[in-house]
Every structure is written in C-alpha cells, then in structure tokens.
T-cell receptor, first 109, second 113 residues
Framework: GQQVMQIPQYQHVQEGEDFTTYCNSSTTLSNIQWYKQRPGGHPVFLIQLVKSGEVKKQKRLTFQFGEAKKNSSLHITATQTTDVGTYFCAAYSGYALNFGKGTSLLVTP | NAGVTQTPKFQVLKTGQSMTLQCAQDMNHEYMSWYRQDPGMGLRLIHYSVGAGITDQGEVPNGYNVSRSTTEDFPLRLLSAAPSQTSVYFC????????????FGPGTRLTVT
C-alpha cells in the first residue's frame, strides 16, 4: 500500500508566493523521489534524495530529506505560473515504487 | 530514442469487454511498471516487472494481467472490464541499477461504460 503520506492535498497561491509540500512515512526510507505532473501530462522525475539530512536545490526548488529519513519536503520560492501541476513524492518498497497522493499547486497570476 | 510509448491514447469499453493496453520502451530498461491514476488517489501501482519473464503484483492488481516476453514490451490486459477500471493508465520504465528515476509514458485514458 501507500508508504508515504503527502500534505497538503491542494495549495492555491498568488504568483510570487512561496509553496511547500510535505511527505511523511511511518518507516525509515532508503531514499525518496519527487516527481512533477503538469495538467494533462505524465509524471516527470525531479530528484532523488538518499542521505539523512540531505538538501538539494534546483533553481527555485529546494528538496530536503529528514534526519531520520522519515520525511521530506519540497519548497518552491517565488512561485511562477509555470510551477502549476501536481507534485508527488515516491519511495521504494523493494522493487515497487509507491507514490504519495500528491499536492496540486495552482498559481494565480 | 522514443522513450516510453503507450497505445492507445484513449479507449472506451463496455462492461465485460477485454482489451490490452500496449507499452513499449527503447531504452533497454529491465524494470517496467503499470500505474493507474484516479482523482485524489495519486498513482497506484498495478503490476511491475524486473525483467523478461518476471512479473509481480503491486497495490491494485485485481482485474489486470501482465506478461513480459521481451525487454521492450510490457502489455497490460483487462480480461473483463468494469466501470471501476475507468482511469488513466501510465506505463513506466527504469534501469535496474542506479539511477532509479522512472520514465513515464504519455498515458492511456480508459473509460468503461
């Protein structure tokens, strides 16, 4: 079943505001991945985090993996309309990659 | 490279009909998987395969069959379609060794009436 829980389910921001989505697990994760799905599109890989406390940045996106490797977050600074979409975290259970339910981001100009 | 391709893009079935959703990849990936996506439910794993001749069940396997006779192809079969199987279906592939990022196909939107 679902290994990871994501909150919030939806987020509506004004362009220029920041956005954060959180991913939590009851068990220690070996790694965590983040994907973005644009409306009408397919999921696209963003990043993988492996190490405890790891922080990675991609332009305005900052990804963190918790010290206990049970939670992760994605933070977008100064959102733009191009950030619209659903962001998923995902974690492996054996060979199976299980996704959270996602956070849908709407950005109003 | 075409990446991961799926056919058809759209399909309407009547309850009880059968069909096969096609998935192919040209990246020589050993690992392939099928997901279904429903509103508010995220992506749920149906079946996956770690190589030709090897398949395993995911979270929601009931009503679906798979086989993997070649590295390139991983078809998903619905033997007797039900309205509950109305969904968007995504096929994905990745290398079995790292990196572990999955590449998704464009999806098949299936409606069962």
């Amino acid at each position: 079943g679902q290994q990871v829980m994501q909150i919030p389910q939806y987020q509506h921001v004004q362009e220029g505001e920041d956005f954060t989505t959180y991913c939590n697990s009851s068990t220690t994760l070996s790694n965590i991945q983040w994907y973005k799905q644009r409306p009408g599109g397919h999921p696209v890989f963003l990043i993988q985090l492996v190490k405890s406390g790891e922080v990675k940045k991609q332009k305005r996106l900052t990804f963190q993996f918790g010290e206990a490797k049970k939670n992760s977050s994605l933070h977008i600074t100064a959102t733009q309309t191009t950030d619209v979409g659903t962001y998923f975290c995902a974690a492996y259970s054996g060979y199976a990659l299980n996704f959270g339910k996602g956070t849908s981001l709407l950005v109003t100009p | 490279n075409a990446g991961v391709t799926q056919t058809p893009k759209f399909q309407v079935l009547k309850t009880g009909q059968s069909m096969t959703l096609q998935c192919a990849q040209d990246m020589n990936h050993e690992y392939m998987s099928w997901y279904r996506q429903d509103p508010g439910m995220g992506l749920r794993l149906i079946h996956y395969s770690v190589g030709a001749g090897i398949t395993d069940q995911g979270e929601v396997p009931n009503g679906y069959n798979v086989s993997r006779s070649t590295t390139e192809d991983f078809p998903l079969r619905l033997l007797s379609a039900a309205p509950s199987q109305t969904s968007v279906y995504f096929c994905a592939s990745r290398q079995t060794g790292g990196p572990y990022e999955q590449y998704f196909g464009p999806g098949t939107r299936l409606t069962v009436t």
